[in-house]
């Protein structure tokens, strides 16, 4: 098996299967209890909390636990223009996540002012798109790096330049492979998700900025100081400490390692494919990422070639939403500009420290058979 989605979803590591279990056998008890075995818990979160904030420049107070990244998409989002009521209007970059994407489009069918912002052709926001809007009670949503390229956003920059405006970044993908500290940035809420870093799937995180007035979405019990309701997931919370501990360690191993496989996808597929364009540009990009698309894609099946992999062992995916068995034409690569076959014939390799420079190797070779037997 030669797995190469690690953006869509990591291996757990040793380390972190390990630190959970405990609180799933013993330590069992609700972190609301007053009694030792719940405090027990309590404690625990806390530190986990204490840990994960610092690892993004944050105070523990500003940071909630949820169930992951679509979780604190939809949180933000929904808060922010519903319960919280702290904007009217809603400005989201056209390469988002279906996490923002889609709550975007139901509230703007719940009357809110919504717009979406085009991309230049390398998938960046470019800041005079941002300008002309109104920014005052407007929240902003514009992901830190893409899944499907990448690409890295200067949300410095847009933060600058939107000073009125309240900004969140999705961090999913950025988090933990690259440096995200949330004051550089300067936003006002962050989403993140442990199982793109070796953690466990169903948890993540979202950074509040002090000092704003959240009110909850999800309601309930008065659990992360009453804005997110629901016990605790303790082994889960735990695990993703343990991840993100892991991955601020392991950085620069992690990023070099990485780095040296994805030039060597980038080079092989150049050399052994032709017709080929990698969308993934060479600048500010995250290092586990290279996403390439094929200019003769009219006469090539995207989904028989990501079959074709699968068959000889090889996972990748083209990022793109699977919908009633028909794959879509990725929205990211039309939104770059790229025609809708070669959107709907794109492969996306994302590896990661477990991925090796043989499998990547292999891999290639198994993908310039699959489009040279597609071709003739
Ligand atoms: N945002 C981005 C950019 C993602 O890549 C993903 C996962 O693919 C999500 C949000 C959703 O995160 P989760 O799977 O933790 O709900």
């Not at 999913?172 to 690259?178: D, E, R, T, Y």
Request: hydrophobic residues 40%.
């Amino acid at each position: 098996m030669i797995y190469l989605d690690n953006s869509a979803t990591t291996k757990v590591s040793e380390e972190v299967l390990e630190v959970m279990l405990p609180w799933l056998a013993e330590n069992y008890g609700n972190p609301s209890s007053i009694y030792s075995l719940g405090r027990r818990a309590r404690v625990a979160i806390e530190n986990a909390r204490e840990e994960i904030a610092a690892s993004i420049g944050a105070h523990p107070a500003e940071l909630i636990f949820t169930s992951g990244g679509t979780e604190s998409d939809n949180t933000v989002l929904k808060s922010v223009l519903e319960e919280s009521n702290l904007a009217d209007t809603l400005v989201v970059g056209a390469i988002e996540h279906h996490a923002i994407l889609n709550p975007a489009e139901t509230l703007k069918s719940r009357g809110i002012k919504s717009h979406i912002l085009p991309v230049d052709n390398e998938g960046r926001v470019p800041l005079e798109n941002i300008n002309p809007f109104n920014l005052q009670r407007t929240l902003i949503s514009i992901m830190h790096a893409n899944n499907e390229t990448g690409v890295i956003q200067p949300i410095a920059e847009i933060r600058q330049a939107t000073p009125d405006a309240l900004l969140h970044t999705d961090a999913v993908q950025s988090f933990g492979k690259i440096l995200v500290n949330v004051k550089e940035l300067g936003v006002d809420f962050a989403s993140f998700s442990a199982h793109k870093i070796h953690g466990p799937k169903g948890i993540g995180a979202l950074y509040i900025r002090k000092g704003i007035d959240f009110k909850s979405h999800q309601q309930g019990g008065g659990q992360e100081r009453n804005r997110r309701a629901g016990t605790e997931p303790v082994a889960l919370i735990i695990g993703f400490q343990t991840a993100v501990r892991k991955a601020m360690a392991e950085m620069n191993f992690r990023t070099q390692h990485t780095t040296a496989i994805i030039e060597k996808i980038r080079i092989l597929a150049a050399e052994k494919i032709s017709q080929i364009r990698i969308n993934t540009p060479l600048e500010n990009v995250l290092p586990t990422i290279l996403n390439i698309s094929f200019t003769d894609a009219h006469r090539l099946d995207g989904e028989a070639i990501l079959q074709s992999l699968d068959i000889q062992g090889v996972f990748a995916s083209n990022g793109s939403a699977c919908v009633s068995g028909s794959t879509q034409a990725s929205h990211v690569l039309l939104a770059m500009g790229l025609p809708a076959a070669e959107a709907k014939a794109a492969v996306r390799f994302s590896v990661s420290k477990y991925t090796t420079m043989q499998e990547a190797e292999k891999a290639i070779e198994i993908l310039a058979d699959i489009i040279e037997g597609m071709r003739e």
